[in-house]
């Protein structure tokens, strides 16, 4: 069972940065995909980003991209989101999740809930206008 933490949230102008940690439990955290998900009031949670278990290899929502950038350090079992020019449509919960990859999905980036096995607590952002 792997638990998984968020935290970083909090309320910014539009403009500005918040940085997202999610820190797992899992001696093994790099063997899995990490990935952000977020979700609005009474809207499906979305993809966001995601970072393959090798580390090298990153997806990203077209709406986020260029703005965000996900980032890890299995030293710490610890996955990031930085976001950069925050926008008030950017206002959400905001979820981390792990995928267990490795060997041959070494280098994958899942970017479906479904293919998450485990999920934090969430944090939320909010950018006011």
């Known amino acids: 069972q792997v638990q998984l933490v968020e935290s970083g949230g909090g309320l910014v102008q539009a403009g500005g940065s918040l940085r997202l940690s999610c820190a797992a439990s899992e001696r093994t955290f790099n063997m899995y995909a990490m990935g952000w998900f977020r979700q609005a009031p009474e809207k499906e949670r979305e993809f966001v980003a995601a970072l393959s278990s090798s580390g090298s290899l990153t997806s990203y929502a077209d709406s986020v991209k260029g703005r965000f950038t996900i980032t890890r350090d299995n030293a710490k079992n610890t996955v990031y989101l930085q976001m950069n020019s925050l926008k008030p449509e950017d206002t959400a919960g905001y979820y981390c999740?792990?995928?267990?990859?490795?060997?041959?999905?070494?280098?994958?980036?899942?970017?479906?809930?479904?293919?998450?096995?485990?999920w934090g607590q969430g944090t939320q952002v909010t950018v006011s206008s």
């Open positions: 999740a792990a995928a267990l990859k490795s060997g041959s999905d070494w280098h994958k980036t899942p970017r479906t809930k479904y293919e998450y096995t485990y």
